[in-house]
């Protein structure tokens, strides 16, 4: 019998059915080892020697690897068909070796894009060796990011309080999204008019026309600057006669996108499916390792990381057989298409993600998948059929028109376009970052010489907008311009930047906190060569030359390494009034706006002599005065509008409390402002939520606040109260020790008895706060130590394991249904410990711990009588 090794559970299911009993197939679970987070786990000065940890977990699955290949025929090693998989292959085989596993037994590489019985066949049928630059290239890779993070963290930590981290690739990238940031505040409006003119044909037909020029003057967009040149070129449309001077209709082809890639999945399920890039990748892996149809598991799409935009023979055509046979011949192009991928690195560049088959068609799989992998299926089917299909033919016609009003002729232009041929149109059509010209208006049939009546005349004022934030699609759009990273690092980079509070995601753009900002302006300012876009991308085609064998890895990292720990030696001693000098320059738009009145922004409103300054305190960056101590004013980062609290001054005084006689402040602390009643020991505070400015509130909305919790009223059937209030999650209802969610903060003061109720049935039908408890997916059955049940779940972030109040996340890789109790268990205490909630043992564990104690007593008794 001979071992096969791949990443999933769920894959290992599914393939031994597919190779019968004379294979085992094992799961290594994702990698089986890392470099260790400490220093040490890469010795530059010892040629680049890493020191490779196997963790408590994996080292029990490698165990049992090993203990199988130990009596087995051979090895193959069948993980993913990317660098991640060569390496987890790589690091498995050097780990069997060191057990002495191997010995003499056959090693085999297999690799595979799709999960069907014919493609795990044909792989087992052409093995291969470990592709050892591809390894190389990942070892180079692994290191790299150690080196920046574990050499440039710690710098960051002392000379900038409050920075989390730095990377290789985060750090870039977090500094476009900072860039699109500074470039949105440096950013001046610019007036400008458009005019448009309504006319009507000689055939009776409406349509619209642009204000183009005026006499031998040509206009672009913004040419028209004022409102008085758009009110003199109205007022002589208005008194002109129109006339069409050409026509001309330009045929044009649009050609089908080629099947998906990577990062284009991610971009269009953002865009149309509203999909994170976490959310699409984890959907599609569960559609590419399998799905249950009929009583059989059936991978339905191929490998989903990849940066191929090319299909295999069979599969272009299966696309024509069905386009011939769903949409007629008329749709179908003479020759398959043939697109060529943009991947530098050609070990990576493997087949599109496409449909293993395509006469699966999404409504044929649609009762047998979720919500998510139901859409994300459809989209790549169409995606796929589409890319074969014939392309639209698209009429656009330009009409230039002529307004003479006396002396002056005001030139128009009409356009419009006209779908002769839908083609791929039919079936699909990609989606757009952002809003663009309406190509699908018509124009009415125009001849050259005709006449026209004037309808309307509109003029209308604009202003220049800024560039758009990011968001998640256009992010990744743009890592794959600049070419930094690859597509399997585009999520979890995303992931990292949230996750350290660098950036965050409001109405589906990113932006970047202040700090982001800091970290980014600090490494700008001292390390500008390792966040320059051009760099970044010069280190990725050379990891893409290493991986094709054109280059040494240790080469590579001794270049760099020789470079980046000079620039790191160079600011050691850098002093910190340095470092503010610096990022107060850097980032004077944004912490320093101008002010309404024209004077200095940096010039402090309290003591009016001293200078504003970041500042770096116990909990991060802030803005204070040079005069302290003498003038103690402060503010935070984030309040642009200068509402700094001034020590000498005191707290703004709204109001008094009419019941209670105490005054009510407006007050600022280290974690923003607040409201406060009194000046008792302990006054009663009131932090202001968000989305309120201190410069709005008034004493009627500092009380509403210090009143909360409010009572709505008493429940209908329990007579026990609903209290509406906010905590930290955000604005909630309470009713007999439960709570449930409300969508805004207005709504705590406004709540009506009847909408309370509702909110809080709603609750109780879902389970939860205001979300529904996940499903089980699995029952493991009773705790074996504290009792109650054990079961696993797939809830919003993944799938975890639940015992009483303690949900533990499942390891990366893990197969839901494969967990056992004792894995549960393990995870459930680990978890336990970390939290420090313990356990709570049910009535039935409880009896049964005092019956043993009973016994354990009994018979302690019964020896020392018997002695």
Not at 113 to 125: F, S, V, Y
Not at 305 to 317: C, F, K, L, S, Y
Not at 484 to 493: C, E, L, V
Request: glycine content about 8%; aromatic content about 8%.
């Amino acid at each position: 019998m001979k071992v096969v090794i791949v990443e999933s559970p769920a894959k290992a299911k599914t393939i031994n059915k597919y190779l019968g009993s004379g294979f085992q197939v094992l799961a290594s679970y994702g990698h089986v080892r890392d470099l260790p987070p400490k220093d040490g786990s890469v010795l530059p000065d010892e040629d680049f020697s890493m020191s490779w940890a196997v963790d408590a977990k994996s080292q029990k699955r490698i165990n049992e690897i090993a203990r199988a290949v130990k009596s087995s025929d051979g090895l193959i090693l069948a993980t993913d068909p990317d660098r991640e998989g060569e390496a987890i292959s790589w690091h498995v085989l050097e780990i069997l070796h060191d057990k002495k596993a191997i010995k003499d037994k056959p090693v085999q590489r297999v690799v595979f894009n799709a999960i069907t019985k014919k493609a795990i066949t044909d792989a087992m049928a052409e093995p291969r060796d470990i592709d050892t630059p591809l390894v190389d290239a990942y070892r180079a890779r692994r290191a790299l990011d150690y080196l920046v993070g574990f050499t440039l963290s710690p710098v960051l930590w002392r000379k900038l309080p409050g920075a989390r981290s730095a990377g290789r690739v985060q750090s870039v990238a977090l500094r476009f999204v900072c860039d699109r940031e500074r470039e949105i505040e440096k950013f001046v409006p610019q007036e400008y008019w458009s005019l448009v003119a309504t006319l009507i044909s000689s055939g009776g037909d409406e349509f619209t026309a642009r204000v183009v020029g005026h006499n031998d003057d040509k206009f672009a967009r913004l040419d028209i600057k004022t409102g008085d040149q758009a009110a003199h070129l109205k007022s002589l449309l208005e008194s002109a006669t129109f006339a069409v001077e050409s026509v001309e209709s330009k045929p044009q082809n649009r050609n089908p996108q080629p099947p998906f890639t990577t990062s284009t999945l991610q971009q269009e399920a953002s865009r149309k499916l509203g999909f994170s890039a976490t959310r699409t990748m984890q959907t599609a892996q569960k559609l590419y390792e399998g799905v249950a149809l009929n009583g059989e598991t059936v991978g339905l799409i191929t490998y989903m990381r990849t940066d191929g935009v090319q299909m295999a023979p069979e599969a272009i055509n299966a696309t024509r057989s069905a386009i011939a046979s769903d949409f007629g011949p008329d749709y179908l192009p003479e020759k398959p298409r043939y697109y060529s991928t943009k991947a530098k690195n050609a070990q990576e560049a493997h087949e599109a993600i496409r449909p293993t088959g395509l006469d699966r068609t999404p409504k044929q799989v649609a009762g047998f998948l979720d919500a998510d992998q139901a859409k994300l299926y459809e989209l790549i089917w169409k995606r796929t059929v589409a890319s074969q299909m014939q392309s639209a033919r698209i009429e656009r016609t330009t009409a230039e028109i002529a307004a003479r009003s006396g002396s002056d002729i005001v030139r128009l232009r009409a356009t419009g376009s006209v779908i002769r041929f839908d083609g791929f149109l039919k079936l699909y059509q990609e989606g757009r970052d952002d809003d663009g010209d309406d190509e699908s208006k018509r124009l009415p049939p125009l001849a050259a010489g005709e006449t026209a009546t004037r309808k309307a005349i509109e003029s209308t004022q604009h202003f220049t907008e800024p560039p758009p934030r990011y968001t998640e699609a256009t992010f990744i759009k743009k890592m794959e311009e600049l070419g930094i990273g690859r597509p399997s690092t585009y999520t979890s980079t995303l992931s990292v930047l949230r996750d350290r509070e660098y950036i965050r995601l409001d109405k589906r753009r990113l932006i970047p906190e202040d700090k982001g900002r800091l970290v980014t302006a600090f490494l700008e300012s001292f390390f500008e060569r390792y966040v320059e876009y051009d760099f970044t991308a010069g280190l990725e085609e050379k990891l893409d030359r290493i991986s094709a064998g054109d280059l040494a890895w240790r080469d590579v990292l001794r270049e760099f390494w020789m470079q980046f720990s000079a620039v790191v030696h160079d600011i050691k001693d850098l002093r910190v009034s340095e470092v503010l000098d610096a990022l107060n320059d850097l980032l004077a738009e944004h912490i320093f706006p101008p002010r309404e009145d024209g004077s200095d922004p940096r010039a402090c409103t309290a003591c009016d002599t001293g200078r504003l300054s970041l500042k770096l305190g116990k909990f991060g960056a802030f803005i204070g005065c040079s005069n302290y101590p003498e003038c103690r004013f402060t503010r935070q980062l984030a309040d642009i509008n200068g509402n700094g609290q001034d020590a000498n001054e005191g707290p703004t005084l709204l109001g008094v409390d009419p019941e209670s006689g105490m005054d009510v402040t407006l007050r600022t602390g280290r974690f923003g402002p607040y409201v406060q009643l009194g000046e008792e020991a302990k006054p009663k505070r009131a932090s202001l939520p968000k989305g309120w400015e201190p410069a709005s509130m008034d004493l009627p909305k500092a009380l509403s606040l210090l009143n909360l919790p409010r009572e709505v009223g008493d429940h209908p059937e329990t007579g026990k109260p609903i209290l509406a209030g906010i905590g930290r999650y955000g604005p909630f209802l309470q009713h007999d020790g439960k709570y449930a969610n409300l969508e805004t903060v207005e709504d705590v003061f406004t709540v009506g008895l009847n909408r309370a109720v509702t909110v809080i049935a709603e609750k109780q039908a879902k389970g939860g706060r205001g979300r529904a408890t996940p499903a089980a997916l699995k029952e493991l059955g009773e705790h074996p130590e504290h009792g109650g049940a054990i079961t696993v779940r797939d809830g919003r972030y993944g799938p975890y394991v639940n015992h009483g109040k303690i949900n533990a996340t499942l390891p990366k890789g893990t197969d839901p249904t494969s967990v056992t109790v004792e894995q549960a268990v393990e995870w459930i205490a680990e978890k336990a410990a970390k939290s420090g909630t313990k356990p709570k043992a049910t009535r039935k564990a409880k009896t049964t711990k005092k019956t043993a104690a009973k016994t354990t007593k009994a018979k302690t008794a019964k020896k020392k009588a018997d002695a």
